[in-house]
């Protein structure tokens, strides 16, 4: 392969790009982290490392009730969005993906849209819809989970119905011949193969919950129903102390988290290339 | 195997969620932009078609028409997305075209820093750089020091010394492309690893030089790719609101999104918001079917099993 | 426990496609049945019908006299070998064969008395804990094959099961497929594309084109006495040669190829006008350039390929066409001696010579016309 070795080659320029691209891209955040850590009030200047803002006695992310209720809020809108959003994604993915005949298409579409709306358009929508049309519900949490699901949803199909056309109709006709009804066809052979996707499609719906700001912002209604976004959000214009990166590192930590565990998960038993897709969310 | 309506019914759940949470609630959008304003100011929904007032959508149109503020903020929006889509794919493809081929047993490691901004949530990195550009951040020293500020003067692209955070359209098209270019390099990525080693081998085994080989065969493969990434972020780009709000304190660097958010949440004016949100949807409604109809998962494969 | 098959005018159409188009085949008990063709011939869709993965478009399928058309498949006392063999991933080798026996109704020492039975058949006793993933291609089969046998269906249905195994392991299946199915005795139902599989194997085959059935009988009548063009030349080499067919002398049919006369004891002797004619390689006789008598025919020596066991020795004759005769390699000097520009005398006896309609009629019974004379010479 001698062609790559061009002395400042093409090579040599485009590594110096891509580096510096790396660079660009993660040294803000990886600064920000270290100010989480930082001893004083400043987010400009280092003054010593601590970790106060986590868990200091004041201000802190464990201690200050803003901060923590918003985490807190974060967390319970992830798992209520998951809760609600797998179980239905999967089965829209397995009706999706046998669904015999005309309107297979439509659904797919309609499946697909959220996934390319801007979402100041989905939080508009949504919030004239829980203003003028569904006023029981209302703003608040309940709404806030509701959008969340509307658009996490699509994620969920995508990775199952991969996973579907992987696995593809032969083990269920082979059950089917070996005796199995319908049920058993699912139960015993169906759910067992299809559990690193739906585990993988739950642990994303996760992340996306947790890291989503204009729906979420869009259907609040007071203060106990802020996230961790909306926190950012509000308080960058005031004079925030490092609590705000120590509460964004906790958050990151937590989707980081839950990604791996999807990797890993999906690596493990539906093979690297998959479990690449999902990590680079193929849409 | 199994009955036609067993599967129709399994998918229906969630048929009906998308249907009730996504179909109706842009409906409610239609309702309200042709609806009217009640004593308060709060729209009122006309839910029959025929009892649609177009006064509101009207009025609005004729803001476009007249050159008002919805028209200057539409170009602007369009203007930034442009400028930072074009960024996006400067930088972009150079970047993944060198992860796809180039990476050799880096390849992981450049993935995975391609992978984690994908997943760190877009407020904490915006914030970081507001963080770096304030007046005593570092990154403004950075800046300075390196002479880039300087550069940026002259050209005419910063205001004022350290004031990358005044409203300076600089700041919000870099910070666009800073937020989004993840998203554009990603399916790059992917597309261009797609492309079958076998192509380029042919063509150099035919004669062509390394460059030839890229502009003849690596480059047009990848163009669906590059066309489905410049789709991909221009979507969002357009609705974006926070990204000019966090970076910029003037009105002065307004998209649309700004202009929505301002009118939804803000002001007490949510009929023209609902009509201004129905003509971006409109806008976007093109590109949003490109961008399905060339991905793969568009398109149905009918299972005949 | 008989196991007979019966089709009866069954039909399959996939929206505007004829997969099958109105077959009939009787497919005794205990026999090893093929279903043989080129690929989109309608044999997998047959299959997948018996299996019940297909609802038939119209037709019947009898198994053992009750029609099971429209009975779902895990009701059907009918089990298939898929050609991916489908083993369950997520469960081990003895789980795997342990599948089907949850329904019906047997003690867990029963289960597993059948489950040891149906490894040990197929020799895959020592596997039992190994994961499907983990096993070679034909150990995988083998574990389809226990996982289907251990439930002692009637008929078992074998979708292309050696497709994807090298040469050599293919043959040595082959001989193992076709000494189990005497061995348990049931029905096999094959399909296959590769016409030499069917051969070694069959009891019975049955040739598929375009969704119908052009022959279905023993592996050698298919060989020897072809009903159709398509047949012919799917099975072996045909050296088939467009003949006018002028009169019949006796018994033989009187065909002019080119202006040539030679004469046909096999086949349609009956017709007349336009036909096929076909002799097999191994019954071509190659004399010398002199010999001039009947049943002759001149030619050239294009080439000769060495088979290891024969010659195929490839003759231009006059009318233009190409015939492969087979010629043993016996050590003598004359096979050899057939080099590429020789000039040679093709003997074709009439008792090898057939003829075949060209408008190829379908054959939907198995039966057909005992030929009207098979005079020894001719």
């Not at chain 1, 308080?235 to 990604?259: D, M, Y």
């Not at chain 2, 391609?114 to 915006?126: E, F, Q, S």
């Not at chain 2, 976007?284 to 009918?302: E, I, K, N, P, S």
């Not at chain 3, 489950?115 to 150990?139: P, T, Y």
């Amino acid at each position: 392969m001698s062609w790559l070795r061009n002395p400042w080659g093409r090579p040599r320029f485009l590594m110096l790009i891509t580096g510096g691209y790396i660079l660009w891209s993660v040294v803000p955040v990886l600064l920000a982290i270290a100010f989480a850590f930082n001893n004083g009030r400043s987010r400009t200047t280092w003054q010593g490392f601590s970790t106060r803002w986590f868990t200091g006695e004041t201000g802190s992310v464990l201690h200050d009730s803003a901060l923590r209720d918003a985490l807190g809020h974060t967390l319970l809108l992830a798992v209520i969005c998951v809760a609600v959003a797998t179980p239905l994604g999967v089965a829209l993915a397995l009706g999706l993906q046998r669904w015999r005949g005309r309107g297979s298409g439509t659904v797919n579409t309609l499946m697909l849209l959220p996934l390319v709306t801007p979402e100041i358009v989905m939080g508009v929508a949504l919030l004239l819809l829980f203003l003028r049309l569904f006023g029981g519900i209302g703003l608040g949490t309940d709404a806030q989970a509701i959008g969340q699901v509307t658009f996490t949803l699509s994620y969920v199909v995508v990775i199952v119905r991969g996973r579907l056309v992987s696995i593809g109709p032969e083990y269920e006709e082979a059950a089917a011949d070996l005796g199995a009804p319908r049920r058993d066809q699912f139960s015993r052979v169906m759910l067992p193969l299809l559990a690193p996707a739906i585990v993988a499609s739950a642990a994303v719906a996760f992340a996306i919950s947790i890291d989503d700001f204009v729906v979420t912002q869009y259907l609040s209604s007071d203060a106990s129903t802020t996230t961790v976004s909306m926190l950012l959000y509000s308080s960058a214009r005031g004079a925030p102390t490092p609590a705000l990166n120590a509460i964004a590192t906790v958050n990151l930590v937590i989707t980081l988290a839950t990604l791996t565990f999807a990797y890993l998960v999906y690596r493990r038993f539906a093979g690297r290339e998959e479990a690449t897709s999902i990590a680079t969310l193929e849409v | 195997m199994g009955s036609r309506w067993t599967w129709r019914l399994v998918a229906l759940p969630g048929v009906v969620w998308l249907s009730v949470f996504f179909l109706l609630a842009f409906y409610v959008v239609l309702a309200v932009a042709f609806g009217n304003q009640d004593t308060l100011s709060q729209p009122v929904p006309h839910w029959n078609p025929l009892d649609w007032n177009v006064g509101y959508v009207l009025d609005t149109l004729k803001n476009f028409w007249h050159g008002g503020p919805f028209l200057k903020v539409s170009l602007r929006t369009v203007e930034f997305v442009a400028i930072a889509v074009a960024l996006s794919l400067l930088i972009g493809y150079p970047v993944a075209y060198f992860a796809a081929r180039h990476a050799g047993r880096w390849k992981g490691a450049i993935l995975l820093a391609l992978i984690v901004p994908l997943w760190i949530n877009y407020l904490m990195r915006m914030l970081a750089w507001v963080n770096l550009l304030a007046p005593d951040g570092i990154g403004s020293d950075v800046l300075h020091g390196l002479g880039i500020e300087k550069l940026f003067l002259t050209l005419g692209l910063l205001d004022e010394p350290g004031g990358w955070l005044n409203g300076q359209p600089t700041t919000v098209i870099l910070a666009l492309v800073y937020g989004y270019i993840p998203f554009f390099i990603l399916p790059l990525f992917v597309a261009i690893d797609r492309i079958d080693r076998r192509h380029i081998e042919a063509a150099r085994d035919l004669g062509a030089s390394a460059r030839s080989a890229f502009f003849r065969v690596t480059l047009p493969l990848s163009l669906p790719g590059i066309l489905a990434g410049c789709v991909l972020i221009a979507l969002p780009m357009f609705g974006d609101y926070y990204t000019a709000d966090l970076v910029s304190a003037s009105t002065q660097t307004n998209m649309i999104g700004n202009q929505i958010d301002e009118l939804m949440r803000q002001g007490s004016e949510k009929v023209t918001g609902a009509a201004l949100t129905l003509f971006l949807s409109l806008f976007l409604l093109g590109l949003m079917f490109y961008y399905l109809r060339t991905t793969r998962r568009a398109g149905t494969t009918a299972q005949t099993t | 426990m008989e196991g007979e098959i019966r089709l009866e005018e069954l039909c399959k159409r996939f929206d505007d496609v004829t997969a099958v188009d109105g077959i009939d085949l009787e497919m005794p008990p205990g026999e090893f049945f093929t279903l043989l063709g080129p690929s989109g011939c309608g044999k997998t869709t047959t299959l997948r019908m018996i299996a019940g993965f297909e609802r038939p478009t119209s037709g019947r399928i009898l198994l053992d006299g009750t029609d099971v058309a429209r009975v779902p498949p895990h009701q059907r006392n009918v089990n298939t070998v898929f050609q991916s063999y489908a083993l369950f991933p997520h469960l081990d080798v003895a789980k795997n064969v342990a599948f089907g026996l949850k329904y019906h109704k047997l003690s867990k020492e029963e289960r597993a008395e059948r489950v040891g039975e149906a490894l040990e058949l197929v020799s895959m006793a020592d596997f039992a804990r190994r994961k499907a993933d983990q096993l070679s291609g034909g150990q995988q089969q083998r574990v389809a094959l226990a996982r289907a046998l251990v439930l002692r269906p009637r008929v078992l249905l074998l979708d292309e099961p050696l497709g994807a195994l090298d040469a050599q392991l293919r043959k040595n299946l082959q001989v193992e497929l076709k000494t189990l199915q005497t061995e348990v005795g049931i029905t096999f139902i094959f399909v296959t594309h590769d016409q030499s599989e069917a051969l070694t194997m069959s009891d019975r085959i049955a040739v598929m084109d375009r969704g119908r059935v052009e022959q279905a009988a023993s592996p050698k009548e298919i060989y020897e006495e072809p009903e159709t063009v398509f047949v012919a030349d799917f099975l072996g080499v045909s050296n088939l040669l467009s003949a006018t067919a002028v009169g019949q002398d006796g018994g033989a049919s009187t065909v002019r190829v080119g202006d040539r006369t030679l004469r046909a004891l096999q086949g349609a002797t009956g017709a007349r006008g336009d036909v096929k004619v076909m002799i097999r390689p191994e019954r071509i006789e190659i004399e010398p350039h002199s010999n001039t008598g009947e049943d002759r025919m001149p030619g050239m020596v294009e080439r000769s390929v060495f088979l290891g066991g024969a010659y195929e020795v490839h003759v231009r004759v006059l009318g233009g066409e190409l015939l492969k005769a087979m010629v043993p390699n016996d050590g003598g000097v004359a096979a050899a001696a057939l080099e590429p520009g020789a000039a040679v005398s093709l003997h074709l006896p009439p008792d090898a010579v057939r003829v075949l309609r060209t408008s190829e009629p379908a054959v939907e019974a198995e039966g057909e016309q005992p030929d009207a004379t098979k005079v020894a010479d001719g």
